[in-house]
């Protein structure tokens, strides 16, 4: 019995000690990064220069032009590889542990339902939100869904909290890692509606939303150039792009232009997608919103309606793109409208903004989803059931929670 008790407080003391320890990127990886980042840094700068062309005819001078553009194309991506690099090598990993009182309730209230934790710990997050890290398991067969725990976790530190949208759904017998946030102050909901041009099977519009575990939801909508097959393959390659991009930590401004650089570089006359980047701030209720080439934007709060357009290009044109970002804030009730251009070009004539924004100002319902299908059912009645182009709204409503 004694030799029990010794053996279990040796493993809790163990315990204790792994959940006190700091994590930080070593310093030899750090050199090591900040080293590959001087290397790219350094091939960038051997592709820098202005433009010399040595040959005299003017094909000679063209195939030189093109590819000077390349190199600079090149270098550009190089230096931005180089600053995340850069940026990863200077982070500092850190955890702290949970005070021993809350600890060991949450030891027990989990034990109770079957479900054991190990490695409970606060995780690093922005302006002083709590996250909550810990690895769990069960031997109770089926599993039990996170949200029990987030439950647990809300009680126990009078706060609420939520299962990470990176977290996985069960808590079953193997042991996995799962990361518990605060609740966010605002909630948003999405919906979408589209009509596919008349001659065609497949829309050339896409669109994607993005969730992380910040409080973070991001919104993308495409327009490929043309309709049918290949226009929809383009504005999907593009969203996969910045996907990619944006979860691998680049910078919104970052991933626009390493889209577009890659865009340009296929010389590609008919290639040009638009793009519209929406990102919410679920705890501070703002959004920024970055358009290149694509159809205005809308922001309904009660009868009050806000156009937002923008003047830049769409992607491929120009091998650097000015990346223009516009901050809102929002308050309970407010409503984000996306749309392609073929939805403003059904309206027809000059003043199809502003057919737009009476036709938004006149809607009475508050669905997301009910909104985008009466607002593409109004288009559709407007110009007689003719589908010229794609057409796709997307419909983001933010509520606090």
């Given amino acids: 019995m004694i030799f029990t008790m010794e053996r279990n407080q040796l493993i ?3 315990q204790d000690r792994r959940e006190r320890q700091c994590a930080q990127v070593s310093e030899l990886c750090k050199q090591r990064l900040l080293g590959y980042a001087e290397s790219f840094h350094e091939l960038a700068r051997s592709l820098d220069g202005s433009f010399a062309p040595v040959a005299e005819d003017r094909q000679g001078v063209l195939e030189a032009w093109k590819s000077w553009e390349n190199r600079q194309v090149i270098s550009t991506n190089l230096k931005e590889v180089a600053q995340i690099m850069t940026q990863v090598a200077m982070e500092e990993l850190w955890y702290q542990p949970l005070e021993d009182r809350k600890r060991r309730l949450l030891h027990h209230a989990l034990r109770t339902e079957g479900i054991y934790a190990e490695n409970i710990c606060y995780l690093p997050n922005e302006k002083g939100r709590k996250a909550i890290g810990m690895t769990l398991f069960t031997d109770k067969k089926g599993g039990i869904p996170a949200t029990e725990i987030s439950d647990m976790l809300s009680v126990i530190l009078k706060q609420q909290f939520q299962t990470s949208v990176t977290s996985p759904y069960l808590v079953d017998q193997n042991r ?3 990361v518990f946030v605060e609740e ?3 909630i948003a909901l999405t919906g979408f509606s589209k009509a596919v041009k008349e001659s065609e099977t497949i829309s050339g ?4 939303v993005i969730e992380s575990e910040k409080g973070k939801m991001t919104i993308l909508l495409s327009d490929g150039t043309g309709s049918g097959e290949q226009a929809n393959a383009d504005s999907g390659k593009v969203l996969d792009l910045m ?3 944006l979860e691998a930590g680049f910078s919104t401004e970052a991933a626009v232009n390493m889209v577009n650089a890659a865009m340009f570089a296929t010389g590609e006359e ?3 997608p638009t793009l519209d ?3 919410l701030d679920l705890y501070q209720g703002h959004c920024d919103i970055c358009k290149v080439g694509g159809a205005a934007t809308f922001i309904k709060r009660e009868q009050q309606v806000e156009e937002i357009s923008g003047g830049t290009l769409p992607l491929g044109i120009f091998q650097n793109v000015q990346v223009q970002t516009l901050h809102r804030q929002l308050e309970d009730g407010d409503y984000l409208i996306f749309m392609t251009d073929g939805v403003l070009d059904a309206l027809e004539g000059n003043d199809c903004e502003a057919l737009m924004q009476e036709a ?12 985008a299908e009466r607002l593409i059912q109004q288009v559709l009645c407007h110009c007689g059931g003719r589908i010229l182009d794609d057409m796709t709204i997307l419909v983001v409503g933010i509520w606090e929670n």
């Fill in 176 to 178: 996995r890692s799962f």
């Fill in 360 to 371: 938004i100002r006149g809607i009475n319902e508050r669905n997301p989803q009910e909104i």
């Fill in 205 to 208: 519009d896409n669109y994607s």
């Fill in 277 to 279: 980047i929406c990102t």
């Fill in 243 to 245: 996907e990619k991009m």
């Fill in 12 to 14: 809790i003391e163990k």
């Fill in 184 to 186: 966010a102050r605002y």
């Fill in 270 to 272: 008919y290639n040009h």
